[in-house]
């Protein structure tokens, strides 16, 4: 089993920071990266992190995903509210994928609670903050050790 990870953050997630802190606090998406790949060294993964506020690249990143990763991780942002394309793009891979939302979705506006992507996900990790990363990376290490 692949000990590549991706991990693909969609749109206005490269604001993090300076974004609506009240809601997704005041670490960088830099901060996040930095984090999440000193805990990919402890738990023996390589990580490919992007973010893109575009769909297609996002997409584009799913489908080489499929070649190499052993597990995927995805904040989509908005998108995840809207995109059947990127639903459709993960159910061609056949890896753990686990969705991450840095704020509650539930306890917001009622349009955030309908996710494409959760149709697909393994595990949804919401409300916790940036640390819904780290806690993905565990529980994909996680799983990727169980099948190896
Ligand atoms: C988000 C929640 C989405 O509803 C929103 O559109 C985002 C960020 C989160 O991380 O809490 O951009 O995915």
Redesign the pocket.
Same mark, same amino acid.
């Given at each position: 089993m692949s000990r590549l990870v991706y991990l693909l953050n969609?749109?206005?997630?490269n604001l993090l920071g300076k974004r609506q802190p009240a809601?997704?606090g005041h670490e960088t998406l830099a901060d996040v990266e930095a984090d999440c790949r000193r805990l990919a060294g402890e738990l023996g993964l390589e990580l490919r992190f992007h973010q893109s506020n575009r769909e297609y690249e996002l997409i584009d990143w799913i489908h080489e995903s499929r070649e190499t990763a052993g597990a995927l991780i995805m904040?989509?942002? *908005?998108f995840?509210?809207t995109s059947i394309a990127i639903l459709d793009a993960l159910n061609t891979c056949d890896f753990p994928v686990i969705e991450?939302?840095?704020?509650n979705?539930h306890k917001?506006e009622e349009f955030?609670r309908h996710s494409y992507v959760s149709l697909r996900a393994d595990g949804v990790i *919401?409300g916790f903050g940036t640390q819904g990363y780290q806690l993905a990376l565990r529980r994909a290490a996680t799983l990727i050790d169980a099948a190896s």
């Open positions: 969609g749109p206005n997630l809601i997704y904040n989509p942002g *908005a995840t509210h991450v939302h840095i704020s979705v917001r955030r *919401a």
